[in-house]
C-alpha cells in the first residue's frame, strides 16, 4: 500500500475500490459535510470526491477539512477543461483510468516525502518509514530502514524479513514494496490462517472441476499481485509439500494453477517472513533446507522492542500512539501525554508482544483516562504465563517475569483491582517524594487536593499494607510492606 488512510466521498463502489488499492484504510463518507467531520479526526493523506458533488462541496472540502496540512483532493469523473487550478486538487477522468490514477498516487506520495510535517519528523526517521508509520529512530530501527532500503532498491528477489510477532514485519514488506513498485497492488497473505490444500488454491488458483467444490476457476494471489508484491507471512508454518512448489516459483517464475497443465509467468516481487528461527526448523525437518538458501539471500531482521539498541524507541512509540490512536474519537487530540511515572512503567516492561502489544496497551489508557495525561493507574499490562500447573494463567504486571516473585509467589486477577492498584500507587508517589504532598501530586498527575482525599479514601497510614502489585524492581515481596503516614 502506497498511503496510509483515505477518506472517500462517494456511493459507487469502483471509487471504494480504487482507494483500496492503495491503502487499507478507507473511510467512507456519504456527503462533503461528513468527509470533513472525518477528516478533521483521522487525519488522511488523501480525500477521493465523486465529481457528481459541485464546485461548492470541492472547495468546501479542499478548503474546510484542514487548512493547515492542505490534504489532496482527488476529483473522480470529472471534465478537466472545467474545474480551477489547485496544485493540491488532482483530476482523474474514470475510475477505469488506474495508469493516470498510478501518475497522481506517485505525485501525492513524492511530494509527501519531499514535504514531511514537523510532526512526522517526531516519530519517523526517514520518508520510507513515514509512508508506512513505522515509528522508531534507534539504532536498531535505523539499521532496519538502511536494509529495507538495499533490498528494496535492488533486484533481490525474495526478500525474507524475520522478527518477533508484533516487531512490524509487515510494515517492513509494504515499505520494501512501495519503494520497489508503487502504485501496484500488494498482497499479503497469511500461510497459518489456511488449511494446506486452501493456502495452494489460494497462491496459484485452480481450473474449474480440478477438485470436488471447485465449481468455477479461480485466480490464485500469486497472479493477482501482476507486478507488485505478494506477501507469504508466516512461511515457516507452509507445509513441506507446498514449500517445493514455492522453491520452484523462486527459481523457475512460473506456476501452475490446480488442475491446469500451463504454466504462467510470476512477474510479483515475493517476500516472505517468520518468527521462528529457520535454521532451527531446517534442523528439525520442519523447513526445506534447500528453500531456506534461497531465501535467505539478504534477510531483513526486526529487533523486538525490548532489545538495548532498540528500547529508546519505546517513549517515540508510545508519544505516536497516544498522537494517532483512534480507539476514542471523543479523545482525540485531547490526551497528549505521559506522566513520568507511567512513562517510566512502560520503558521498563519487557513486551514479549512488541510494538504491538504497546500500542494495545496505550488504546487501553485512553480508554480509561479520564485527564489530558495518562497516568499510571490508567497503565494495565496484561500478560499470559503458563507453566506445569497452570496452563492458562493471566496475571498483570508490569515486569519481564509476568508477576513472578523471588519468592516464587504470584499476583492473579482474583488479587488484583484497580483499587489496590491506585492505592499502591499513591502509597509509592508518597514514599519516592519523601513525603511532600506537592511533588508526589505531581507524579502522579492529579493535584493536590485529589491527592488528600485519595490518602484520606485509601487509609494509607502508619502501619498500612499495600500489596505490591505494580513493582518498580520487578518483584512482588512476600512480607508486608509499612507505609509512613505524614
Avoid at 96 to 106: A, L, M, S, V
Avoid at 262 to 268: E, G, M, P, Q, R
Wanted: one cysteine or more; charged letters at 25%.
Amino acid at each position: 500500500m502506497v498511503l496510509r488512510r483515505i477518506v472517500v466521498v462517494s456511493r459507487q463502489i469502483e471509487i471504494q475500490e480504487l482507494a483500496r488499492r492503495v491503502t487499507q484504510e478507507v473511510f467512507v463518507a456519504d456527503d462533503p459535510a461528513e468527509a470533513v467531520d472525518i477528516s478533521t479526526t483521522v487525519n488522511p493523506h488523501l480525500i477521493i470526491l465523486d465529481s457528481c458533488f459541485g464546485p461548492d462541496e470541492l472547495f468546501r472540502i479542499s478548503g474546510g477539512a484542514d487548512n493547515k496540512s492542505r490534504i489532496p483532493v482527488l476529483v473522480v469523473g470529472t471534465d478537466p477543461g472545467l474545474t480551477k487550478q489547485d496544485n493540491n486538487i488532482h483530476y482523474l477522468s474514470g475510475a477505469d483510468d488506474t495508469d493516470q490514477f498510478r501518475q497522481i498516487i506517485n505525485k501525492i506520495q513524492a511530494r509527501e516525502h519531499s514535504g514531511t510535517s514537523a510532526g512526522e519528523n517526531e516519530f519517523f526517521a526517514e520518508p520510507i518509514a513515514a509512508c508506512v508509520s513505522m515509528a522508531g529512530k534507534s539504532g536498531a530501527m535505523l539499521h532496519t530502514l538502511k536494509m529495507i532500503r538495499l533490498v528494496a532498491e535492488s533486484c533481490c528477489n525474495p526478500v525474507l524479513i524475520t522478527g518477533e510477532t508484533g516487531t512490524g514485519k509487515e510494515l517492513a514488506a509494504k515499505a520494501v514494496h512501495n519503494v520497489r513498485h508503487p502504485g501496484e497492488q500488494f498482497v499479503a497473505v497469511n500461510c497459518a490462517a489456511l488449511t494446506a490444500n486452501l493456502l495452494e488454491s489460494e497462491l496459484f488458483g485452480h481450473l474449474k472441476g480440478s477438485f470436488t467444490g471447485a465449481d468455477r476457476e479461480k485466480t490464485g494471489l500469486l497472479e493477482l499481485a501482476g507486478n507488485g508484491t505478494i506477501f507469504l507471512d508466516e512461511i515457516s508454518e507452509m507445509p513441506l509439500d507446498l514449500q517445493a512448489k514455492l522453491l520452484r516459483v523462486l527459481q523457475e517464475k512460473t506456476f501452475r494453477k490446480v488442475g491446469g497443465v500451463s504454466d504462467l509467468t510470476c512477474k510479483a516481487t515475493i517476500i516472505t517472513s517468520s518468527n521462528r528461527d529457520l535454521r532451527r526448523e531446517v534442523q528439525k525437518n520442519r523447513f526445506r533446507r534447500d528453500l531456506y538458501y534461497r531465501l535467505n539471500i539478504c534477510p531483513v531482521t526486526m529487533a523486538p522492542l525490548r532489545a538495548a539498541d532498540r528500547k529508546s524507541d519505546i517513549r517515540l512509540l508510545a508519544g505516536y500512539f497516544i498522537r494517532t490512536s483512534t480507539v476514542c474519537p471523543a479523545k482525540t487530540g485531547k490526551i497528549t501525554a505521559f506522566t513520568e511515572m507511567a512513562m517510566e512503567t512502560l520503558e521498563k516492561h519487557n513486551w514479549p508482544g512488541n510494538v504491538r502489544e504497546l500500542r494495545n496497551v496505550i488504546d487501553r489508557a485512553i480508554l480509561l483516562e479520564t485527564t489530558d495525561k495518562i497516568g499510571l493507574s490508567s497503565i494495565l499490562i496484561e500478560t499470559q504465563q503458563f507453566d506445569e500447573s497452570d496452563n492458562n494463567e493471566l496475571s498483570l504486571a508490569n515486569s519481564p517475569s509476568h508477576g513472578q516473585s523471588k519468592g516464587g509467589h504470584k499476583f492473579t486477577v482474583q488479587d488484583f483491582s484497580l483499587d489496590t492498584a491506585e492505592r499502591e500507587l499513591i502509597a509509592r508517589a508518597l514514599q519516592e517524594s519523601g513525603w511532600q504532598k506537592t511533588k508526589a501530586a505531581s507524579l502522579l498527575g492529579i493535584t493536590r487536593a485529589t491527592l488528600y482525599a485519595k490518602v484520606k479514601q485509601h487509609n494509607i497510614q502508619k502501619g498500612t499494607y499495600i500489596p505490591k502489585v505494580l513493582s518498580d524492581d520487578n518483584t512482588c515481596p512476600d512480607t508486608a510492606e509499612a507505609v509512613t503516614a505524614a
